[in-house]
């Protein structure tokens, strides 16, 4: 049977740029307005003041500068602290369809594909703007996709690899001839920019990627898929709490969050689980680290990267090894390490291998080994 591909990819960059010191020009009138209105409460000891921020922490605890984001406004009104955008209603296109869109087209495009092409459309994503119906349907109608079928499917921060496993699995098993995956991350509504701990983390795109076979690819752009392997262990050290159920209760906190995590423990648990998945992926295939020319890894914090890649690698990492978008793109959910990957591929000569991996939430882990044709 032929080889399994990534045939082109595809990347949708939102309008608008949020910095770090936007962010916390914003952030530290909310708190020092929040601490002036509640000084006799704090000084009894009753409730606690809130911290500043600075981008100088920011930048040390994450690495993240910059973020894009479909809605700016209202993420700085300190009366707001909440992106401001009009909700969607039939007939209405849901911000993850439009990115979807965009990252979709050029992953085409690079692929030297058309509509009639595709038989297979998977949407992965860790925020579901909708439940139904189906975001991958729509995108797959207003692509002008006649034949085949799409479904929407996600677990957290790997759903984008988690995604593109499934489309090879089922190119392989000849359940489709050629299948698109999309990744939107529409994410800055789910940050809470009143908190100092999480309010720079987040930041909205898409990426999409086509896969088929090496019979009817188009070889410029493709990477041979030679493994895959997933993983997953239940933790809720990283969660959301925000539903759909939500309509049914009269009140609910404030303190009720659509994200949340315990950095720490997330640091201390997962980090180890990373490393030894992707050594064991590697011995499955006869390979080291270092026989790697890139590990694209997913983008939430660059020191979690680099403790991994000096891990595997026993050294940091030199050059373009294990490039980081976070600075500019800051944690875009599933799409991190596929950002990574479309921005830091075009200097691959054939047999070169790289490795897209990705973790969170779950936890969960999903990685493909990938070599130049």
């Known amino acids: 049977m032929s080889d399994i591909v990534i045939s082109g990819s595809g990347l949708y960059i939102p309008p608008y740029t949020v910095t770090n010191d936007e962010l916390v020009d914003a952030y530290n009138a909310y708190v ?154 529409f994410a800055t509504p789910q940050v809470n920019l009143k908190s100092r701990d999480s309010h720079f983390i987040f930041g909205d795109g898409a990426t999409a990627a086509v896969i088929e076979t090496t019979d009817t690819c188009n070889p410029q752009n493709a990477f041979r898929i030679l493994h895959t392997k997933q993983f997953t262990q239940f933790s809720d050290n990283i969660r959301c709490d925000g539903n759909y159920t939500d309509h049914c209760f009269d009140e609910l906190p404030e303190s009720r969050p659509f994200f949340q995590q315990q950095g720490k423990r997330v640091f201390k648990e997962l980090l180890p689980l990373v490393t030894n998945f992707i050594e064991g992926q590697l011995e499955e295939n006869q390979l080291t680290a270092s026989d790697l020319k890139r590990m694209w890894l997913h983008q939430a914090n660059v020191n979690m990267n680099m403790f991994a890649v000096k891990k595997l690698l026993g050294r940091l990492p030199e050059g373009n090894e294990a490039p980081v978008v976070l600075d500019e793109f800051a944690n875009v959910a599933s799409s991190g390490s596929v950002i990574a990957f479309h921005r830091y591929q075009d200097d691959f000569s054939p047999g070169d291998k790289g490795l897209i991996c990705s973790f969170g939430a779950g936890y969960s882990i999903g990685s493909l080994l990938v070599e130049k044709l």
Do not use: W
């Open 32 to 185: 020092n307005q929040f601490n002036a209105d509640n000084a006799a409460a704090i000084g009894a000891g009753e409730i606690n003041a809130l911290p500043l921020s600075s981008s100088e922490f920011i930048e040390k605890a994450s690495g993240i500068k910059a973020r894009y984001a479909m809605h700016k406004d209202g993420m700085l009104d300190t009366e707001r602290m909440k992106p401001s955008f009009p909700p969607c209603y039939e007939g209405d296109e849901p911000e993850v369809v439009t990115m979807g869109l965009g990252a979709a087209r050029e992953a085409m495009e690079r692929a030297g594909k058309k509509p009639e092409d595709i038989d297979m459309l998977i949407v992965a994503t860790t925020n579901h703007q909708r439940p139904y119906p189906s975001i991958a349907v729509e995108i797959q109608q207003k692509l002008g996709i006649q034949q085949g079928f799409a479904y929407d499917m996600g677990i957290a921060c790997s759903s984008a690899t988690f995604g593109l496993i499934s489309a090879y699995a089922s190119v392989k098993a000849g359940l489709a001839k050629c299948a698109l995956v999309v990744n939107p991350e």
